[in-house]
């Protein structure tokens, strides 16, 4: 009942997720394959090894769009091998060869899990509907099943396994062919890693007023986090928006300033360890699942803050 996870290469190594999913799946079993779709294997079948996969096999692009390929290399290999389940995470790569193995297999995939455990042989896939108001236990009875977890929800622990063996799969170029890539350029720490994040919502009252969020995650040494709301309106870059339609954090401390706590951005925070909240609304959502709220103007408390710090 061996299970899979799908890493894709980022940076240069397997993806944050991939060992998150990795620590989860030991925990499930101990026949447990990593899926590299990267090129420094080296490297990556020491990390992949110390987070418990025993076999890393290894699809190699070669510029090309590598999705196609990597499904069809994946289906015949699931095949000959059956696997019980393959695990993916949501990133680009991961969500685009999940979808085209499951067009290719007929099998269903199951999205956005937050928990994934074994009952016997039935492999049980949990995650959140409605903004995150209901938890759904979904039994998947593909053989192999198809999750995609969402960031975050397990913790990437690295055992005592040993580098994996690395096991070459070929894998056909797709028709389109990579010419070049960007990297969105950000400045201070990674959002999706940072141990303080400092996020604003329109409570804030105008773009303008956000520099006072800048200035507190400066001073703390965090990232800049922001609502839907607020990169709708133009304020910050898509690329800080946290929520179910942006990124998920889970840092140690989380300041919400002017932010009212609709479930959409709920379910990409709550899992932080200690949450501030900010609000001029007692009855604000967000002082529900705070551990500590402030009940003031986010314009008068964020200055009186900032000249705390500056004093320390």
Do not use: C
Not at 56 to 75: C, I, K, N, T
Not at 125 to 144: F, K
Not at 243 to 251: D, E, H
């Amino acid at each position: 009942m061996a299970i899979w996870v799908f890493s894709s290469e980022v940076e240069g190594a397997p993806s944050p997720t991939s060992l998150e999913l990795l620590t989860k799946a030991r925990s499930l079993d101990t026949d447990v394959a990593a899926v590299y779709l990267g090129t420094s294997i080296e490297e990556a079948a020491t990390v992949l090894g110390a987070h418990g996969a025993a076999t890393v096999y290894h699809l190699s692009p070669a510029g090309a769009l590598p999705a196609a390929g990597a499904a069809g290399a994946l289906a015949e290999l699931a095949s000959a091998e059956s696997p019980r389940a393959i695990l993916f995470g949501m990133g680009p790569d991961d969500r685009d060869v999940a979808g085209r193995f499951s067009a290719r297999t007929g099998t269903a995939v199951v999205a956005n899990a937050i928990d994934i455990r074994l009952d016997g042989d039935t492999l049980i896939a949990s995650n959140e509907i409605l903004g995150g108001t209901v938890r759904v236990d979904t039994e998947v009875a593909d053989r192999p099943g198809i999750v995609i977890a969402r960031p975050k929800a397990f913790t990437a622990e690295p055992g005592d396994g040993a580098a994996a063996t690395v096991t070459p799969v070929a894998m056909e170029d797709g028709r389109g062919t990579v010419l070049e890539s960007h990297v969105e350029q950000s400045e201070g720490p990674d959002l999706t890693k940072a141990d303080v994040v400092v996020s604003g919502g329109r409570g804030l009252g105008g773009a303008d007023k956000f520099e006072l969020i800048d200035k507190v995650a400066g001073l703390l040494g965090g990232a800049v986090g922001a609502t839907r709301a607020v990169v709708d309106s133009g304020w910050v870059p898509y690329s800080h928006q946290i929520g179910q339609t942006g990124k998920t954090v889970k840092p140690s401390v989380y300041i919400a300033a002017g932010i009212s706590g609709a479930m959409q951005h709920v379910v990409g925070m709550k899992d932080s360890g200690t949450i501030i909240a900010i609000n001029k609304d007692p009855e604000a959502p967000i002082f529900g699942i705070a551990d500590l709220g402030i009940v003031g103007d986010v314009n008068t408390v964020l200055p009186k803050l900032i000249e705390a710090l500056e004093a320390r």
